[in-house]
């Protein structure tokens, strides 16, 4: 591949990116004053307190976007499933019941197997929210509720195939999915007792006093060095805490702190463990969630793989490795 080619390639990815990425920008700016949106959060969060279901349908590319909201929807704690068109006039149709929602997408608004659909679906006493580029289309004239979104020139290079209208219409069934997580006032329980065998549930829900090691590697203030090894190669936790007669912490030592005052200090077994200790350490409380946790990891230091865990009073309780969360998410 020549360089001109590959520069071309390139180009032509990003220039797609920024497309969409513009598009959806614009959307943006306009959302504030699209009332049909507010009204279609509304409607859905009464709709799921009183039991109803949400239904998404969609043809094509917009049933498939309709698909993927379903799944956020369901996976941010509101009932919902996808229902196809043409499946729904061949009996799927009855799974729908009176005070459901069918929110249905299309970029056109002109899917016969679609407006059929919604034709029913109000038969069956169900409300319907519509989202289109096409507000004076027939589909726009069968729901209550019609969220307009912009009628955008495609990324395609031949401007045909569905791709910046559908990545409009995914970006507003996330905030569509997340309005209602706000209204139902969804919390990081919930969301983990939906995901239950992943490891986003596993991380979100844990808590960090179940990961750390415990009890702790550590050694007083005044030990000397040669036993501060001593303890920090049977526990083989990464690290050894200092800490006062009152088990308050008084600082870290790490198997990097160890092997770099190696090199510099020849003298090191004839130091004492206050002399090499980190006094002022990043630390964590055991009633943390580990994904909070792994923030403050994050923003600190990126070398940052060990950090000693407290209680409320101030106590050493566990060393919290980045080794152990990764080993609990297998």
Known sequence: ??????????????????????????FANVLGELHAFAEAVVLCAQATRQGHMLVLSGMGKSGIIAQKIAAT????????????????????????????????????????????????????????????????????????????IPDVQEACPLGLAPSTSTTLM???????????????????????????SGALGRKVLVRVA??????????????????LLAEATEKKQGAVCIVGVDFQLRGII????????????????????????????LTIFGDMFVDEALQLMEQRSSQISVLPVLDRSGQLIGLFRLHDVFSHNQ
């Open 254 to 281: 790490t198997d990097g702190d160890i092997r770099r005052a190696l090199l510099s200090q020849p003298e090191l077994l004839a130091l004492e463990a206050d002399t090499l200790m980190n006094s002022s350490p």
């Open 170 to 196: 995914l970006a507003l069934g996330d905030a569509l999915a997340f309005a209602l997580m706000k209204e139902h006032g969804t919390t990081r329980e919930d969301f983990a007792r939906s995901h239950p």
């Open 1 to 26: 591949m020549t360089e001109q080619t590959k520069k071309e390639i390139l180009d032509g990815g990003a220039l797609v990116l920024r497309q969409e990425a513009d598009a959806l920008h614009a």
């Open 210 to 227: 179940s990961v750390m090691q415990k009890p702790p590697a550590h050694v007083y203030e005044k030990t000397p060095m040669r036993v």
């Open 73 to 148: 929807l369901r996976s941010t704690g509101s009932p919902a499933y996808f229902l196809h068109p043409s499946d729904a006039m061949h009996g799927d149709i009855g799974a729908l019941r009176a005070g459901d929602v069918l929110l249905a997408l299309s970029q056109s608004g002109s899917s016969e197997e679609l407006c059929r659909t919604m034709h029913q679906a109000r038969q069956f006493g169900v409300r319907c929210l519509g989202v289109t580029a096409a507000p004076q289309s027939r589909f726009a004239s069968l729901v209550d509720t019609c969220i307009v």
